[in-house]
């Protein structure tokens, strides 16, 4: 594992966290999405709320491989997924 993001949740009476992923195998990067409970990750699918999206955003400035591989590259500052400025924002 390269990197990972964690996203606590709730639901009700129910915490649980999804976990954001950066894996390398054979030269090639891939994104894990999985939940958790107690601690422990359990596949299935992850369903995220609109607040956890901008969580989800918020983390990835914090994790700029997983942001770059997401296409979220430079979240928090401004610029756009597939852009390149010349030296400033």
């Known amino acids: 594992m390269v990197d990972e993001l964690t996203i ?11 976990v954001v992923q950066l894996l390398e195998a054979g030269g090639e990067r891939l994104i894990r999405f999985s939940y958790s409970t107690t601690g422990v990750s359990r596949r299935g699918p992850v369903t995220l709320r609109q607040r956890d ?15 770059e591989v997401l296409g979220f590259a430079g979240v928090g500052v401004g610029s756009r997924p597939g852009t390149t400025t010349g030296g400033g924002a």
Do not use: I, T, Y
């Not at 606590?8 to 999804?18: I, M, V």
């Open 8 to 18: 606590p949740q709730r639901a009700g009476d129910k915490r649980f966290a999804s």
């Open 53 to 67: 999206v901008e969580r989800l955003r918020a983390g990835l400035a914090k994790h700029p491989e997983l942001a």
